[in-house]
């Protein structure tokens, strides 16, 4: 049944490796160069003053979000469709989602504050937004169907399936919004970074932002994914001793 | 050619023996039906302006619809999970997306029956009115959104349906996926109430989406409903 | 009746939430046996009866019923295999023939064979047309019964079939599970009633704590 019992067991007092400091490190470096150019040494909007700042971190988050998205996407697919269903992809499946929604928040948040203080407005109907915010909802769904009780064999085959019929509905859904939307022309471009004149440096720090936040993302989730794998150990070893102790039961002392 | 046959016999005996259901317990009629109509009237409570309520009515239609569909789609898994008999099924050894779209259809003709009342209050109610074109388009929106929300009623109620607490969970997971019927169907039925001057013809690209939904979501369905309800 | 096995388990592990309810059992089954299931609650009785039907997965240990795989194919033993379990099946707002005929439809039975079927358990004339939730606990376990004979399974696996049943529906019971053995069917089942369960029983096997043992 399992991948997991031909592990030898060990005490694991942490899941880094090489390959988690180097990541952690780059990230940390490119995250504070982006902090640093974001706040200080790129230009105030004309239009929006320093409120542009926002930008540089709800752009690379709407980013992520997605990208998370695509990697629950792909890994369910492959655990579905493989012959051999290994457990891997269902926990960087799964690893991937909490990660994405965390993001996907951020996104929401970045984005109602950044409407706010450029338009006066916490919440625009603008189609990106309100496409974040079913993906969150979404989300939300599919981590507490892997919540539900059961195998881990059990909730990876649901939550899989789950994650390929949201890769059919977003889409639905962000179609609806944007011809919806499309009907009321005029007063709601609400795409604040719709204005920005970007030069080159801003331009740097945006996708400096991005690939700071892609190694974040990467680094959580090769984390979170084996703290997923040890704690399936655990049940793992505790179902060998239930095993164990119900074949004694019945032996007699 | 057996194999198609064995199937549509199993689709057309779940579909057959849940309205037969229906028509005996009339848990449907007696119950969701006036719980329906009375979320029409609450409306008119909240909303409290003729003229709103009037450009509005397309929208609280299907807004209700969607509020009776959770009660609906529970109703459809308990008479099969009251006595085992989802088991039975599992066990019988059918095609389990024949049994999808057996109670998905059945779910469509209850959400039409539902629908019929919910656009009578709406013309009561709100004094909307609808031309003779406009009546073609309403009568296409119901058929194209009510399929929809039955294939993917089913599809979450199966997965939802049974142990400890998992009904809550319904609401959570169908609320977004119904979203986009719930735009679309409700500026096809504005374009065929002509309300804020929108236009008959504005309504069929609506439609479109809703046939479009229907189908992604009768197959999808039909494919992950045997997986969704295995252990 | 020949020696080729029907059910053959060896060293099976069947964990359901977490839980080993069969851990490590070893038997087999063979062709046209009547084979009695004992042993206390919670021995996992329930559990083998429905891990033969199909319907959980194997963890460890390799399972065969009628040819199919468990750990693989799971799904291909339903259609071979009639279950009966602690519920009944049955559509409470239905008549017992609309039941009948649902489940009949499901497999391609013809009218002679339901007839043939209610009429083993009794259900012709004036109970066919009562809804089951007017039924007795009796009157539906003989209507879920008649239900299981209709499938013409190979192999028939029941989970205590005499509770609830008066002494007539037991002694219609015995008949109906001897006449499927003559007509080619295993047979396993579950019981606490030992003393009718042994004279029907060609062999018995004790369940406890997950495991299996000839008695």
Request: one cysteine or more.
């Amino acid at each position: 049944m399992s991948q997991t019992s031909t592990q030898t067991p060990q005490k694991v007092s942490n899941t880094g490796t090489q390959a988690t400091r180097v990541i952690g490190a780059l990230a940390i470096l490119v995250t504070i160069w982006v902090v640093i150019s974001g706040l200080v040494l790129t230009p105030a909007d004309v239009v929006q003053g320093e409120s542009v700042r926002i930008m540089y971190v709800h752009v690379p988050s709407a980013w992520i979000a997605y990208v998370a998205f695509i990697v629950t996407a792909i890994t369910s697919a492959f655990y579905i469709f493989s012959k051999r269903h290994s457990l891997g992809f269902d926990r960087v499946a799964g690893a991937s989602a909490e990660v994405g929604v965390i993001f996907m928040a951020i996104t929401l948040i970045t984005g109602s504050l950044w409407g706010r203080l450029t338009w006066g407005e916490f919440w625009q109907w603008d189609p990106r937004l309100t496409t974040t915010a079913f993906l969150f909802v979404t989300y939300v769904g599919y981590l507490a169907v892997r919540r539900l009780d059961g195998s881990i064999e059990q909730r990876a085959k649901r939550s899989g399936v789950i994650a390929l019929l949201a890769v059919v509905e977003i889409p639905l859904v962000h179609f609806s919004v944007v011809f919806w939307r499309s009907l009321h022309q005029g007063a709601t471009v609400l795409n604040p970074n719709g204005d920005v004149k970007m030069d080159d440096l801003m331009l740097f720090t945006l996708f400096s932002g991005v690939i700071g936040f892609t190694l974040v993302f990467i680094w959580l989730v090769l984390h979170r994914q084996r703290t997923m794998l040890l704690s399936d150990l655990v049940i793992e070893r505790a179902i060998d001793n239930a095993i164990l102790e119900r074949q004694n039961e019945g032996v007699g002392r | 050619m057996k194999k198609i046959t064995n199937r549509s016999r199993v689709v057309s005996a779940v579909f057959i023996k849940d309205l037969r259901i229906e028509a005996r317990s009339r848990v449907v009629t007696n119950q969701v039906l006036p719980f329906a109509g009375l979320i029409m009237i609450m409306f008119a409570f909240a909303l409290d302006n003729d003229d709103v309520l009037q450009r509005v009515a397309g929208g609280l239609i299907w807004l209700a619809t969607i509020f009776s569909l959770f009660v609906i789609v529970q109703r459809s898994f308990a008479i099969e999970t009251d006595d085992s008999a989802l088991d039975s099924l599992r066990v019988a050894g059918i095609d389990l997306s024949a049994v999808f779209l057996g109670k998905a259809f059945a779910l469509t003709l209850q959400l039409i029956a539902l629908d019929v009342v919910l656009i009578a209050s709406a013309f009561l109610l709100y004094q909307v009115q609808v031309s003779a074109v406009g009546i073609v388009l309403l009568v296409t929106c119901v058929t194209c959104a009510t399929t929809g929300l039955g294939f993917v009623g089913t599809l979450y109620g199966g997965l939802t349906a049974g142990a400890n607490g998992r009904e809550t969970l319904l609401p959570l997971l169908l609320l977004p996926v119904v979203a986009p019927v719930l735009i679309a169907a409700t500026r096809a039925t504005e374009a065929a109430f002509g309300s804020g001057g929108a236009a008959t013809s504005e309504g069929w690209a609506w439609v479109g989406l809703l046939t479009i939904f229907a189908a992604v979501f009768g197959i999808g369905g039909s494919l992950a409903f045997g997986p969704l309800i295995d252990e | 009746m020949t020696s080729e096995k029907v059910v053959d388990f060896n060293d099976v592990v069947i964990v359901y939430d977490n839980f080993p309810a069969i851990a490590g059992a070893t038997f087999y089954v063979n062709a046209g046996e009547i084979i009695l299931l004992q042993g206390p609650n919670g021995a996992g009785k329930t559990t083998l009866l429905r891990a033969c039907a199909g319907l959980l997965p194997i963890s460890r240990g390799a399972a065969n019923v009628l040819g199919c795989d468990l750990r693989s194919d799971r799904s291909a033993v339903r259609s071979r295999v009639g279950l009966l379990g602690h519920a009944n099946g049955l559509f409470q707002d239905l008549t017992v023939l609309e039941n009948m005929l649902f489940w009949s439809r499901l497999v391609g039975a013809n009218k002679l064979d339901i007839e043939q079927a209610m009429d083993a358990m009794g259900l012709s004339g004036r109970l066919s047309g009562i809804t089951v939730a007017k039924l007795s606990a009796g009157q539906r376990r003989r209507c879920a019964l008649a239900s299981l004979i209709v499938r013409r399974a190979q192999l028939w696996l029941l989970d205590e079939p005499h509770a609830g049943l008066d002494a007539q529906g037991r002694d219609e019971l015995d008949a109906t599970l001897r006449a499927a053995r003559d007509a080619g069917a295993t047979v396993i089942f579950a019981s606490h009633e030992i003393e009718r369960a042994q004279a029907l029983a060609t062999r018995s096997l004790l369940v406890t704590t997950g495991t299996v043992k000839t008695i």
